[in-house]
């Protein structure tokens, strides 16, 4: 309840419905163990809280950067709505924290895990929007992204190897680019995944990580630095 309440101070943001916000910082690894409904749970939330940021995100690049190509606004949203930069705030509002999560995945270190607390400030995001709707959303996420913003207009900004490697490759005109789940290993709380980037049929690099995404990326490293 401690770690909720500073999380609700960081935010700025006052519920009205404060189910809302307990939805939002209530993993699924928690519902499984407690036999609560599915929608109790975090995912949904997740869902639209990641469509919100980045139409707001979107719309700010739009609306601040006049004179950029389709390109540039592409890649600059893509190295602001990440996992590396949600994990970042969501450590800055304490949301690993305030997760509500099962025994195992307390036990595994899910508190501090990047790919869980980025999907918490999506799901928070989510949460916010239903709760006060598209400005008070737009409100708090650009509050709360204005130095992560700041630094990819700076390029100071962790790369993004997916759109690094899908540039050089395009160069010379279009080509198949697949991003192939090799596997993935370990509980639900505690799964690793391996993943292969596919060009046009030939695999150019393999990556693993906590998330997806993540490992989406360090496939698409790889494959950088095999080119180089």
């Known amino acids: 309840m401690e770690n909720s309440q500073r999380l609700k101070e960081q935010l700025g943001y006052e519920f009205r419905d404060l189910s809302l916000l307990r939805n939002a910082l209530t993993h699924s690894s ?23 940021l980045e139409t707001v995100i979107s719309e700010h690049l739009y609306r601040s950067l006049p004179r950029e190509e389709e390109g540039r606004l592409t890649r600059l949203r893509a190295s602001i709505v990440c996992e590396e930069s949600l994990a970042e705030i969501g450590q ?36 916010i929007y239903l709760d006060g709707g598209f400005a008070q959303a737009q409100k708090t996420v650009l ?4 130095s992560v913003i700041q630094r990819a207009f700076e390029g100071k900004l962790h790369s993004d190897y997916k759109t690094a490697l899908q540039e050089r490759l395009q160069v010379n005109g279009d080509v198949s680019i697949q991003y192939v789940l090799d596997r993935q290993e370990g509980p639900d709380h505690d799964k690793v995944f391996y993943t292969s980037v596919v060009v046009n049929g030939v695999i ?15 496939a698409a490293r790889e494959a950088m630095k095999d080119m180089r």
């Open 30 to 52: 928690s519902i499984n163990e407690t036999h609560q409904q599915y929608y109790e749970n975090n995912e949904r939330l997740e869902f639209l809280g990641d469509a919100v």
């Open 92 to 127: 800055q509002l304490g949301v690993g924290q305030a997760l509500v999560l099962g025994r195992g995945e307390e036990q595994s270190g899910g508190r501090k895990r990047n790919s869980m607390i980025a999907d918490g400030v999506e799901a928070i995001i989510g949460a």
């Open 204 to 218: 150019l690099g393999s990556g693993r990580g906590r998330s997806k995404k993540e490992a989406e990326q360090n």
């Open 143 to 146: 509050r709360l992204f204005d």
